[in-house]
């Protein structure tokens, strides 16, 4: 008897489990139509804390801006923008 | 005609005079090789993000110019002999890049204006308060 009475929980909110933001690309939705390597504040949002660039999957890049954020963090690191490698850079 | 940018850094031993005798030279490599010169700029000493040569600072220039494609083997070779630039990068700019490019200078030459200006009003103030003082 009690049994089936403790799995009808109810919620008064109904549960955020498969709720996720949209990703997007920020170049798209800004209207960039090219990406400064001089800029080494702006490239760091793609990198992660060892200075690698970070995959599109999580940025939400498309593959074109992907493509130039490569080639501007390659001149940047280059030009000794930006590190090669690194630790706790953010 | 392409629209090219070259960056190279320079050592942090040089005097303030020798900067820009090193400046010169790169200009006059592009203009005497029939290209013309865009836009100059001097970003002063910087901190390397790592040590290159054993150096950890260096002096960065910016050069934007049109030409043709000769041009850059010959520039790259007179980077490569000189011994003062330890880095250099020089790319073709695309259309994009170009528009970019424009929107940067103008904007760098309000803040430039504005500072200018920033600082002939701060010199009037100066010489008003002055002027009250002397009253």
């Not at chain 2, 005798?21 to 901190?47: H, P």
């Amino acid at each position: 008897m009690a049994a089936p009475q403790q799995s009808e929980i109810r919620y008064l909110n109904p549960l955020s489990v498969d709720v996720k933001k949209k990703k997007y690309c920020r170049f798209k939705k800004l209207g960039i139509k090219y990406v400064d390597y001089k800029d080494a504040e702006f490239l760091k949002k793609f990198l992660n804390e060892q200075g690698k660039i970070l995959p599109r999957r999580l940025t939400g890049t498309s593959q074109k801006f992907q493509k130039k954020v490569a080639q501007a963090v390659k001149r940047a690191r280059h030009l000794a923008l930006l590190p090669f490698v690194t630790d706790m850079m953010k | 005609m392409n629209s090219y940018e070259t960056v190279f850094i320079a050592t942090p031993v040089l005097s303030d005079a020798q900067t820009k005798e090193l400046l010169g030279k790169f200009q006059g490599i592009i203009t005497e090789n029939g290209g013309q010169i865009v836009n100059t700029e001097e970003w002063g000493l910087k901190k390397l993000e790592y040590p290159i040569q054993k150096k950890s600072t260096g002096f960065y220039f910016l050069i934007e110019f049109q030409g043709e494609g000769p041009i850059i083997e010959t520039l790259e070779t007179q980077y490569r002999r000189d011994e003062r630039v330890i880095r250099f990068l020089t790319f073709r700019l695309d259309k994009d890049a170009v528009a970019w490019a424009e929107k940067r200078r103008a904007k760098l030459a309000g803040k430039a204006h504005e500072a200018a200006n920033a600082a002939s009003a701060a010199a009037n103030n100066a010489t008003e308060t002055v002027k009250t003082e002397e009253e």
